[in-house]
């Protein structure tokens, strides 16, 4: 199975104490990057992934001509804000420079969470479904200069430019935490949760095979909640 590291591939080694009490092995292959543990499961060299949400996962099956399904949503990682050179949203001066993730659902993720801040404004009919881009920004009160960049630079080069939005798996590999470390988290009473649940991708026809099946049951099972619940203090939260 491949995973993103954190906190994916950690989850996956609760999941597989459970299933090895069935006798089932699950192997675990990480990967560090959102391009490779798509292909290795549309060409059949793996039998599932976990480290996308949904709409990530529609816009790559558009753009690869994959056909990826989701089998089962297990947690939401909320988006933050975080200090670089600048301490606090209050303290931003015109100009600022912010890093935010440069691929379609995650940069429409990080630009809402700048809008939800007061720091931008989008144009009208953006939201979680849409592929934002800065072009969109319609309203920008402090001319900030937002960076797109690849999501796992993000928190390389935090410490060079005045704040970074990043995604939760990279804010964790970096030691921040969102329910800690940010200055602004997204709104979880909001779409974001459902929208950006973490799932369990499988080439489409698998998802209701004998083994995806245990596996989503071991990963939705009270073990795997508390485990979630007290490794991660809010940064991960699960959604079943």
């Known amino acids: 199975m491949a995973a993103s590291p954190t906190p994916h591939a950690e989850i996956l080694a609760v999941a597989k104490e459970i299933l090895a009490a069935q006798g089932i092995d699950l192997e675990i292959i990480e990967y560090t990057d959102y391009v490779q543990p798509n292909l290795v499961v549309d060409s059949g ?3 599932a ?3 996308q949400h949904t709409p990530y996962l529609n816009t790559f099956n558009d753009e690869y001509g994959t056909d990826i399904v989701s089998a089962g949503l297990i947690h939401y990682e909320p ?18 420079q912010i890093i935010i993730p440069n691929d379609g659902s995650n940069e429409t993720r990080a630009l809402l969470l700048l ?3 007061g720091l931008i404004t989008l144009a009208d009919g953006v939201d979680a479904s849409s592929n934002a881009t800065k072009q969109d920004i319609v309203d920008n009160p402090l001319n900030l200069d937002i960076v797109e960049m690849e999501a796992a630079q993000l928190p390389l080069s935090l410490q060079d430019v005045d704040l970074g939005v990043i995604n939760g798996n990279y804010a964790l590999d970096a030691g921040l935490n969102a329910g800690t470390d940010a200055l602004a988290i997204e709104d979880a009473s909001g779409d974001a949760a459902q929208t950006y649940a973490n799932l369990i991708g499988v080439k489409a026809g698998n998802e209701n ?4 099946v245990a596996l989503i049951a071991a990963l939705q099972s009270d073990e795997v909640r508390t485990f979630i619940e007290d490794t ?7 959604i079943f």
């Open 45 to 47: 060299e793996v039998d």
């Open 49 to 51: 992934n976990y480290f």
């Open 79 to 96: 988006f933050g804000i975080y200090a670089g050179k600048t301490a606090s949203l209050d303290e931003l001066q015109e100009g600022a």
């Open 115 to 117: 809008q939800q801040e």
């Open 209 to 212: 095979s004998d083994a995806i």
């Open 232 to 238: 991660y203090e809010g940064a991960v939260v699960p």
